[in-house]
């Protein structure tokens, strides 16, 4: 299992950004294409770099290739036994990797947070409630990209009824839940100013993020 990311920035250089739109495929090139944001597209971009370099770093290159779409909009393989995940917010790009689903989401933290009664089960609103003030973010942000990996384990995203999912075990993140009669392993991650979790079948989580340089991407 690997959890892999990438500083979208680096694409600001032209070079750069179209050398990445000539690497990514047609799929992700088109997609990328049809954010009207340059900030999305550099990111839709580094999102597919960094899981074309996930299938060659297990000797699978051709499988970047044979990627489909659910109607939900996860991208799936078929008839393999690779499972990953993709993610972004500012800066960012992430691509959660195994051998089994898995589930990955980072997001920026800010100090305006959104509503949460669609968010936050009953327990976990109560908790929220009775923190201090100053803890009340990180609390969120951990919450939600826990969820939020959870959803793109199943499938659906963002489409999942969240309130009904609880991550939380007061205000720490619960180390597995079950769902689909399968135990899942959650685990979070920061960096810099941005929450980061991930979702998998196997308490064998990386002890850390792998950080890619542009170098490295385009030579594999």
């Given at each position: ?32 294409e ?19 370099y ?77 923190l201090?003030?100053?803890k009340?973010?990180?609390f ?20 999942y ?25 959650l ?13 998998a ?12 340089e ?7």
């Amino acid at each position: 299992m690997e959890l892999l990311i990438m500083d979208a920035d680096e694409l600001l250089n032209p070079v750069k950004f179209q050398k990445a739109m000539e690497l990514v495929g047609e799929e992700r090139r088109c997609k990328a294409e049809k954010f009207l944001k340059a900030e999305s597209k550099r990111l839709s971009l580094a999102a597919g770099l960094l899981l074309r370099y996930a299938f060659f770093s297990v000797g699978q290159p051709d499988l970047f290739e044979e990627i489909k779409i659910m109607d939900s909009g996860k991208p799936y393989l078929p008839n393999h036994e690779f499972g990953f995940s993709l993610s972004h917010s500012g800066r960012f790009a992430i691509c959660g990797f195994s051998d089994r689903e898995i589930g990955c989401d980072i997001e920026k933290i800010r100090e305006k947070l959104p509503r949460t009664e669609k968010i936050f089960s009953a327990d976990e609103a109560r908790t929220f409630c009775e923190l201090d003030e100053d803890k009340k973010t990180a609390f969120f942000f951990r919450l939600w990209t826990c969820k939020e990996s959870v959803t793109k384990w199943i499938g659906k995203g963002i489409a999942y009824p969240l309130k009904s999912l609880s991550v939380m075990d007061g205000e720490q993140v619960k180390q597995s839940i079950f769902m689909k009669e399968r135990q899942l392993f959650l685990k979070t991650f920061h960096v810099e100013n941005y929450a980061i979790s991930l979702c998998a079948e196997s308490a064998e989580f990386p002890e850390k993020l792998k950080k890619l340089e542009w170098n490295i991407l385009i030579h594999n």
